[in-house]
């Protein structure tokens, strides 16, 4: 990884591309009524374990019922370690963990060519993902080897600098989180000006654009910035400089 010597004029090649994983358990849930998407991920090589911890949106309980009953059976899924409802009603999000063999992990074989998890986004069986790669990276050894598990489909690719990386980086980790809510009010709030200073738009005045109380608006604003700091401040790195 001689790039990272000077990761300051460093280049990537930002991939995406949609993936039929015909030996993972997305495979079988190519149905529509939910979105799955990972917010965080950790590969044991020592154990040849992935773990994935992912926020599934389920729209009712038949969906849901599917799902559960995907994965609690399929033998991509060595253990289901954890499937818990975040909320009341539908549609209804479920916090999931799982654990899987390392040689079935489509992040595991890009990890080997240096790629970066941007994102892993699934809907109707079909697993969208995001990485990021040195510029230099011959991707074609990448796809020849996700073909003995599957079909990939629609790749898109583009060059970007340091910069746009970072900013890749952080979109994904703060939008993983957010609902899309959220993020509506979020974004309303930047671009009226809410959060400049001084403001340029007051709470009463946000409420009434978005057609929601003052303080259902609050709530949004405080846990989204909650959400997003946790985000980015999760990381044990930041402990240094406090």
Do not use: C
């Given at each position: 990884m001689?790039y990272?010597?000077?990761?300051?004029?460093?280049?990537?090649?930002?991939?995406?591309?949609?993936?039929?994983h015909?030996?993972?358990?997305?495979?079988?849930?190519?149905?529509?009524?939910y979105?799955?998407n990972?917010?965080?991920?950790?590969?044991?090589?020592l154990?040849?374990?992935?773990?994935?911890?992912?926020?599934?949106k389920?729209?009712?309980?038949?969906s849901?019922?599917?799902?559960?009953?995907?994965?609690?059976?399929?033998?991509?899924?060595?253990?289901?370690?954890?499937?818990?409802?975040i909320?009341?009603?539908y549609?209804?999000?479920?916090?999931?963990?799982i654990?899987?063999?390392?040689?079935?992990?489509?992040?595991?074989k890009?990890?080997?060519?240096d790629?970066?998890?941007?994102?892993?986004?699934?809907?109707n069986?079909?697993?969208?993902?995001?990485?990021l790669?040195?510029?230099n990276?011959?991707?074609?050894?990448l796809?020849?080897?996700?073909?003995?598990?599957?079909k990939?489909?629609?790749?898109?690719?583009?060059?970007?600098?340091?910069?746009?990386?970072?900013?890749?980086?952080?979109?994904?980790?703060?939008?993983?989180?957010?609902?899309?809510?959220?993020?509506?009010?979020?974004y309303?709030?930047y671009?009226?000006?809410?959060?400049?200073?001084?403001?340029?738009v007051?709470l009463?005045?946000?409420?009434?654009?978005?057609?929601?109380?003052?303080s259902?608006?609050n709530?949004?604003?405080?846990?989204?910035?909650?959400?997003?700091?946790?985000?980015?401040?999760s990381?044990s790195?930041?402990?240094?400089?406090?």
């Amino acid at each position: 990884m001689d790039y990272l010597l000077d990761f300051g004029k460093a280049n990537f090649k930002y991939v995406e591309f949609d993936y039929i994983h015909e030996t993972d358990w997305t495979a079988k849930a190519a149905f529509d009524g939910y979105e799955y998407n990972v917010v965080e991920s950790y590969v044991d090589g020592l154990k040849n374990h992935v773990y994935e911890f992912a926020v599934l949106k389920v729209k009712d309980k038949l969906s849901l019922r599917k799902l559960f009953n995907i994965l609690n059976s399929d033998p991509s899924v060595e253990e289901l370690v954890k499937f818990e409802p975040i909320n009341k009603g539908y549609p209804k999000r479920i916090g999931v963990v799982i654990k899987s063999r390392l040689s079935n992990s489509t992040r595991y074989k890009a990890r080997l060519f240096d790629g970066i998890e941007i994102k892993d986004h699934i809907t109707n069986g079909v697993e969208d993902w995001g990485f990021l790669f040195p510029n230099n990276v011959n991707l074609d050894l990448l796809f020849d080897g996700l073909k003995i598990n599957g079909k990939i489909i629609n790749v898109r690719s583009r060059n970007v600098n340091i910069n746009d990386a970072l900013s890749l980086i952080n979109f994904s980790k703060v939008t993983s989180v957010l609902t899309k809510a959220e993020l509506d009010t979020l974004y309303k709030a930047y671009k009226l000006g809410f959060f400049n200073e001084p403001k340029k738009v007051s709470l009463r005045t946000l409420a009434k654009e978005l057609n929601l109380s003052t303080s259902t608006i609050n709530h949004q604003l405080r846990n989204s910035l909650r959400k997003i700091l946790n985000a980015i401040f999760s990381d044990s790195e930041y402990d240094e400089y406090i």
